[in-house]
């Protein structure tokens, strides 16, 4: 924010972005033709104002050059609009002609009073601090009743659509106008573009001159009341009348004329550029319908129309999220449930789609589009999903080993070779696993033992074999065999390894196409290392004992269990670092 006094001897130094650098005020009170004060706040948490900065300097070149001091604010805070109105009351002229005060930004009103609010006022949690921090209009009227006829409030409002508790409304509401005192009022763009052209026109009256901008002209409003006046010797000295408006300029005047209209198109666009918003272009249209730019300006409307979310796209790319950033982004959401279609980094189809699916369920405007603050709610969302997914697969590991557990308490009350067999089938790598199958060969060797020398061949021949079809051969040649249950056993087991492998050679062209390099190959082994899981060695070289911690991982978390790793398994595997990001 800037403040700063403005006289007639003060010109103005240009245009820096939106923020104005203001020569201080050279005329003295004998010379003035009025005082006034300039406030205009466009920054404002939550509304997308386009900020007028060149309507603003206009206003105030044109104030300069009629001989006002001028007192400015702009974009104020409290303080900043607070010492810029006690500057204007203390520099009030007891003779002055006129008095003016413009106050363009987001109004709130209650009962008796409205209240300008200064650009740090975001909609607080107790709306009582705004009749603290904000600019009382009671106040401004209060001053300019002391100076009936010649006193002239200008108040340019920004629509919005905000909730500011139980006693205060958006909006200025009705105005109580003291007597003597004229207000011009209407939406801020066509206020400021009144103030910065036929405002201050000498001896025009204003209910004339607002009707070409659409505003509205209140209190005390005499036909003939002008902010500045006729001179008597308006003739002799080029000033205008009422009737005859203003004196033909020389040529010099016309080619200053032009080189100020085409700095003012240019500032005009550069702002509607910055903005990049559809109220930007069309406000730059409104003050230019001609202007060099107003093609350009046309077009880009066309686009944003041509576009629903155009400016939700536009906030996520002033974002600049990297490839990581992105795939971090995806990863999150697929821990909470919502298929993006691969964690790759770039947002198509199924991240939109999984975006706008979170965006409903959490209740905000489903543009498949992220805002920073929502980046943010859905990296929290999924770190607190993750550790949800941790616990939930410690709770079945437990439930797991417990019935693990009990079973083989069973096995051990009555050891026979169906109770052993039963246990393997349920849980072939299970904790007594390696037990269950000493106990069998113990039990197969017995068995060997008392079997006839023929039976035993033929089984020692199956065994060897170790096919389906020499097992069947053997149930088929000795259907009392001492070996019919450890052939019968053995064919289940078989059987169940060859669906295994089927499953795991689709599964292992799946991991391929994960295309994981070494590096996240080691990290997947220590994140096995870090659960427990004993993959081995920390190399990024899958072998047995990595894939038989795979396998564990994933049986523990409902996951498919084949050893080897998916979409889904990564994403859960690496959720322990999600928010540490």
Do not use: C
């Amino acid at each position: 924010m800037f403040y700063a006094k403005s006289g007639r001897a003060g010109a103005i130094r240009g245009l820096a972005g939106v923020s104005l650098a203001l020569g201080l005020g050279g005329a003295t009170a004998a010379l003035a033709e009025g005082d006034a004060l300039v406030i205009g706040n466009s920054g404002y948490e939550g509304l997308q104002l386009l900020t007028g900065a060149f309507q603003i300097e206009r206003t105030l070149e044109r104030l300069d050059n009629r001989g006002f001091e001028t007192e400015v604010a702009r974009d104020g805070n409290s303080r900043d609009m607070r010492v810029s109105f006690l500057k204007f009351v203390e520099g009030i002229d007891a003779d002055t002609e006129s008095l003016v005060v413009v106050l363009r930004g987001a109004f709130v009103h209650g009962a008796s009073d409205a209240y300008l609010l200064p650009v740090e006022q975001d909609i607080p949690e107790n709306p009582g601090r705004i009749l603290t921090s904000s600019l009382s209009l009671d106040s401004v009227m209060t001053v300019l009743a002391a100076y009936p006829g010649r006193a002239f409030l200008v108040l340019g409002e920004e629509a919005q659509d905000a909730d500011y508790g139980a006693f205060l409304e958006a909006g200025l509401g009705d105005l109580d106008i003291p007597q003597g005192v004229t207000v011009v009022r209407g939406p801020g763009a066509d206020v400021m573009r009144f103030a910065a052209t036929d405002m201050l026109s000498r001896g025009r009256p204003l209910s004339s001159t607002v009707r070409r901008y659409e505003i509205d002209l209140l209190g005390y409003a005499p036909k003939d009341i002008t902010i500045v006046p006729a001179r008597d010797d308006a003739a002799a000295t080029g000033q205008v009348d009422a009737d005859a408006g203003e004196q033909q300029p020389d040529a010099d005047d016309l080619a200053a004329a032009a080189r100020a209209a085409e700095a003012a198109d240019n500032a005009a666009w550069r702002l509607a550029q910055q903005a990049d918003t559809l109220v930007g272009y069309q406000t730059y249209l409104q003050g230019h319908p001609q202007g060099q730019h107003a093609a350009a300006a046309r077009q880009r409307i066309k686009a944003i129309d041509d576009e629903p979310f155009y400016q939700d796209r536009r906030t996520e790319e002033r974002l600049e999220l990297s490839r990581d950033a992105r795939r971090d982004i995806q990863r999150d959401l697929t821990i909470l449930g919502y298929n993006t279609r691969g964690i790759d980094g770039i947002f198509g189809r199924g991240t939109r789609g999984a975006i706008q699916n979170w965006q409903r369920a959490i209740s905000v405007r489903a543009t498949g589009y992220l805002t920073a603050p929502q980046i943010n709610r859905l990296d929290r969302a999924a770190t607190a999903r993750a550790a949800e997914l941790e616990e939930e697969a410690r709770l079945r590991r437990e439930e797991q080993e417990r019935q693990d557990r009990a079973l083989w308490r069973q096995v051990q009350a009555d050891p026979e070779e169906a109770a052993l067999r039963e246990y393997l089938e349920r849980y072939p790598e299970g904790i007594y696993a390696q037990e269950a199958r000493s106990l069998l060969e113990q039990i197969e060797a017995r068995r060997a033992e008392r079997a006839a020398r023929a039976d035993r061949n033929d089984w020692r021949a199956a065994r060897e074999a170790d096919t389906i079809s020499a097992y069947r051969s053997y149930l088929e040649k000795r259907p009392g065999g001492a070996f019919q249950a450890e052939a019968k056993a053995r064919i289940r087991e078989l059987e169940r390894a060859a669906e295994q492998e089927q499953n795991a050679s689709r599964a292992s062209q799946a991991e391929r196409a994960l295309n994981l390099n070494p590096v996240a190959k080691r990290l997947v082994e220590a994140r096995l290392t870090q659960l427990g899981l004993k993959p081995g060695v920390v190399d990024g070289n899958f072998d047995q004992n990595t894939r038989r911690a795979i396998q564990k991982y994933q049986q523990a978390r409902g996951i498919r269990a084949t050893g080897y790793l998916d979409e889904e398994t990564i994403i859960r595997l690496l959720a322990g670092g999600v928010g540490n990001r």
